[in-house]
């Protein structure tokens, strides 16, 4: 073994053996002398640059990134390079800092991607003997529950069936507005426009997957689904600091109790919803009557799940579905609210698709180009997820000049690479134009934003929290002029396993009717 690491490091015949199958990919794209060159340069992990585990440490702690790991990614990058390793407890990471690099980690990804293997959350599920869903699944067992869940969440013909129950979440989001404005003397300030927007987009989330409404935009929240809600968010805020524990120390840990007993009430309520709706296609079918429903309907009458399988998929698709609309559409309507000259762009780009009363569909947003450049400027500067990660389960591979092992955790550092101006000028800036067909100056590497992820192992609600997004933010600007807080306070983001604001964003919404009569 010795042996063979003092001949990877040197580069030589033998190091060229080991690592042709996972150069080939890379290489092949190359001329014979460049190939060859490069074949040369290639060198092991163990050479890899970056701050030890006591380093990271003090970067976490003393100089308080633990919460702006985001911000840490562009620090380390401007000392490290677009490739370094980092050692957090009993994790090794390779964190990836250029859209180049990206896409060479994922173009090699293999035939079952795995994001990471979640310890944390697959302990659960071991604990509990609940099945693995669409995030914890590994492998064959992954693809399979993917090729059952995929086609309702993805094909677009499908997915735009949810428009009605998501305009309807929409309208009772828009009166609730309405209810907070004339709580507050002046009538127009609405206070943690991300709280109320996470309530929202639960709201939705939960009228798509299990065909319910929750109760989350009523004036008197219901306190189960307030506790849901709860849940959701303390297991968000537990994930990353369990990590930094090796697995066996977990049930010695404080936390890790109230952890397993959020996981036991999300497990909990949507066992209710699951069992509810069984009962009412049982009731359809005694009395003879056809079976009519969406997401959970369909999951549940192919017969391709079992109801403990269903329960752990639905679960996990909750999650993933909650922040990416709440975050992004609060981010959006504080730069709307800053730069009005935006904002009445997309106002008139509404109007003139959908005049007057008229609800935005489907075939209406497909003409809105205006409004989906604001939301993909918003998750390039705030994206949902700023790091995303994979490991290398099946082989080696090769990222820049060096060759990684299998079970290598690769972090992808989107944050860093959203704010790189090789790829994006005036990276601060907010410039949905960037994202407009024809503006050549704005070109920019196709892996310089990718906020839900890409290939096989691509976030599965994409388009659903996309028609949420589309929805809710024309339909906000049908009926309300945004502007900022009159205290002009700024709001930044943090990082709790995923990119939130760090304090809460309150917002004018004036009547544009009222405006309009002035």
Same mark, same amino acid.
């Given at each position: 073994m010795m042996f063979f690491k003092l001949f990877l490091r040197s580069g030589s015949q033998v190091c060229r053996l080991?690592?042709?199958?996972?150069?080939?990919?890379?290489?092949?794209?190359?001329?014979?002398?460049s190939s060859s060159a490069a074949l040369s340069k290639i060198k092991s992990m163990d050479e890899l640059q970056g701050p030890s585990f006591m380093t990271s440490l003090y970067w976490l702690f003393v100089k308080g990134y633990f919460n702006k790991t985001h911000q840490m990614q562009i620090e380390h990058t401007k000392i490290y390079g677009p490739l370094w390793k980092s050692k957090y407890g009993p994790l090794v990471v390779v964190n990836v800092a250029s859209a180049e690099l990206i896409e060479q980690v994922l173009r090699q990804e293999g035939k079952h991607p795995i994001r990471s293997d979640m310890p944390h959350w697959r302990g659960y599920r071991e604990l509990r003997k609940q099945a693995y869903g669409p995030l914890t699944g590994l492998g064959a067992e992954w693809q399979c529950i993917r090729s059952v869940l995929n086609p309702r969440m993805l094909k677009p013909k499908h997915v735009s069936? !949810?428009?009605?129950?998501?305009?309807?979440?929409?309208?009772? %989001?828009?009166?609730?507005?309405? =209810?907070?404005?004339?709580?507050?003397?002046?009538?127009? &300030?609405?206070?943690?426009?991300?709280?109320?927007?996470?309530? !929202?987009? !639960?709201?939705?989330?939960?009228?798509?997957? %299990?065909?319910?409404?929750?109760?989350?935009?009523?004036?008197?929240?219901?306190?189960?689904?307030?506790? !849901?809600?709860?849940?959701?968010?303390? &297991? %968000?805020?537990?994930? @990353?600091?369990?990590?930094?524990? @090796?697995? %066996?120390? =977990?049930?010695y840990l404080p936390f890790w109790k109230h952890f397993v007993a959020v996981w036991d009430h999300l497990f909990k309520v949507a066992q209710k919803l699951i069992d509810n709706k069984v009962i009412e296609i049982q009731e359809k079918v005694n009395k003879g009557e056809p079976i009519e429903g969406e997401y959970l309907t369909h999951l549940l009458v192919s017969d391709k799940m079992s109801i403990t399988q269903i329960l752990g998929s639905i679960t996990e698709l909750l999650l993933a579905g909650v922040d990416t609309t709440s975050n992004t559409i609060s981010w959006a309507l504080y730069h709307l609210a800053r730069e009005p000259e935006i904002q009445e762009k997309l106002h008139r780009e509404v109007d003139s698709v959908c005049p007057g009363d008229k609800i935005p569909t489907s075939e209406d947003i497909a003409k809105m180009v205006w409004l989906k450049a604001i939301v993909r400027e918003t998750l390039r500067l705030y994206p949902v997820v700023p790091g995303n990660a994979r490991v290398t389960a099946e082989k080696e591979i090769v990222v820049g000049d060096y060759i990684f092992p299998k079970k290598t955790l690769f972090h992808l550092c989107h944050y860093a690479v959203s704010y790189d101006e090789c790829n994006f000028p005036e990276p601060q800036t907010f410039l949905p134009q960037r994202w407009l067909r024809g503006e050549e100056r704005f070109k920019q590497h196709p892996f310089s934003s990718v906020p839900f992820g890409f290939g096989i192992r691509a976030c599965l609600g994409k388009r659903v929290a996309e028609l949420e997004m589309y929805c809710?933010?024309?339909?906000?600007?049908?009926?309300?002029?945004?502007?900022?807080? @009159?205290?002009?306070?700024?709001?930044?983001?943090?990082t709790r396993t995923l990119l939130v604001p760090g304090t809460p964003i309150s917002l004018q919404f004036r009547d544009r009717r009222l405006k309009q009569s002035e």
């Open positions: 080991q690592c042709e199958p996972a150069l080939r990919s890379v290489l092949s794209r190359r001329s014979p002398a069936t !949810f428009s009605p129950a998501i305009n309807q979440v929409v309208t009772d %989001f828009i009166q609730r507005v309405q =209810w907070l404005r004339e709580k507050q003397e002046g009538g127009v &300030m609405v206070h943690d426009v991300a709280g109320e927007l996470y309530k !929202f987009a !639960f709201e939705g989330i939960c009228s798509v997957l %299990f065909e319910t409404r929750m109760g989350c935009l009523n004036e008197h929240i219901p306190e189960e689904t307030q506790k !849901f809600i709860d849940s959701v968010g303390e &297991m %968000f805020r537990l994930s @990353p600091i369990l990590v930094l524990f @090796p697995q %066996f120390l =977990w049930p809710i933010l024309s339909r906000l600007m049908k009926h309300f002029e945004v502007r900022p807080d @009159p205290s002009g306070k700024t709001v930044k983001p943090i």
